[in-house]
Nanobody, 120 residues
Framework: QVQLVESGGGLVQPGGSLRLSCAAS????????MGWYRQAPGKQRELVATITSGGINYGDSVKGRFTASRDYAKNTVSLQMNSLKPEDTAVYYC???????????????WGQGTQVTVSS
């Protein structure tokens, strides 16, 4: 089993900053990708940022404001969110694509989610 534990959500005023962190643990052989998605009420889950060996892919709505980083040795991923807007309000989910052994394929894992609210 693989567990993803997130931290760092909360309430912030427009224009403010927050930092999210996520740590993966458990039966991990390799982590192929780690990143963040978000889901606002009544909307579909959308990409925020994902990091692979090929680079970092950001969702269009966060480019230039959010910065994702990953520690490959510790299996952690962070998201620095600056210039936050009310439309960034959502539950943010950590995501990891993990291989747990050499005989099975990669599987998608999700954290429990952390609420980010941007409001004055």
């Amino acid at each position: 089993q693989v567990q993803l534990v997130e931290s760092g959500g909360g309430l912030v005023q427009p224009g403010g900053s927050l930092r999210l962190s996520c740590a993966a643990s458990g039966s991990i052989l390799t982590v192929n990708a780690m990143g963040w998605y978000r889901q606002a009420p009544g909307k579909q889950r959308e990409l925020v940022a994902t990091i692979t060996s090929g680079g970092i892919n950001y969702g269009d709505s966060v480019k230039g404001r959010f910065t994702a980083s990953r520690d490959y040795a510790k299996n952690t991923v962070s998201l620095q969110m600056n210039s936050l807007k009310p439309e960034d309000t959502a539950v943010y989910y950590c995501n990891a694509v993990v291989r747990t052994d050499w005989t099975t394929g990669r599987s998608n894992y999700w954290g429990q989610g952390t609420q980010v609210t941007v409001s004055s």
